[in-house]
């Protein structure tokens, strides 16, 4: 019971800190199932990242089902995607209620810029972090290129991920 408890409180802390969402989150993640609760190893949460890429749906709740799984069963699964859904469902329902009123005020603008570029910073530290762990090579740089070039093209991100793949079997 205790473990289903920390699930829920660990995975509540990256949901209510999720702001940016997506990639941004990852750095959040690990620092709960890697150095926080040491559910996971730096190389099985690196593993776990690679092998999601290629599963449908949000890296939180992947990440949320396989620790809450790997850590209680399914209601491990339960407590752990409760926690990283519980603050954002009512983060929305507030921010519903008053967002007419604060999208007029410049520092709302302003906390929402500044939110905007610490994502960025997120997602550039992340992004190094990733790149510190692939088996560069030629053929992964021509990926890398056609990748960024598709989506600069506005190639649908979905079709570049899944031609990657395919890339990837042929030329690595």
Do not use: C
């Amino acid at each position: 019971m205790k473990n289903i408890i920390v699930l829920f409180i660990a995975f509540f802390r990256v949901g209510a800190l999720s702001i940016g969402g997506g990639y941004t989150l990852i750095p959040l993640i690990e620092r709960e199932v890697v150095f926080n609760y040491h559910w996971l190893t730096k190389d099985e949460f690196l593993e776990i990242l690679g092998i999601t890429q290629g599963i449908p749906g949000a890296i939180s709740m992947k990440f949320a089902t396989y620790t809450g799984y790997k850590e209680a069963g399914i209601f491990g699964v339960l407590a752990a995607n409760i926690g990283i859904l519980l603050p954002p469902v009512i983060g929305v329902m507030i921010l519903y209620s008053v967002f007419n009123k604060l999208s007029v005020n410049p520092g709302f603008k302003a906390f929402l810029t500044g939110i905007k570029f610490g994502t960025i910073g997120l997602l550039l530290a992340f992004a190094m972090e990733m790149a510190k762990s692939a088996k560069w090579g030629l053929n992964g740089v021509l990926i890398l290129i056609l990748s960024f070039l598709s989506l600069y093209f506005k190639i649908h991100p979905g079709l570049v991920i899944i031609l990657s793949g395919l890339l990837g079997l042929v030329i690595l």
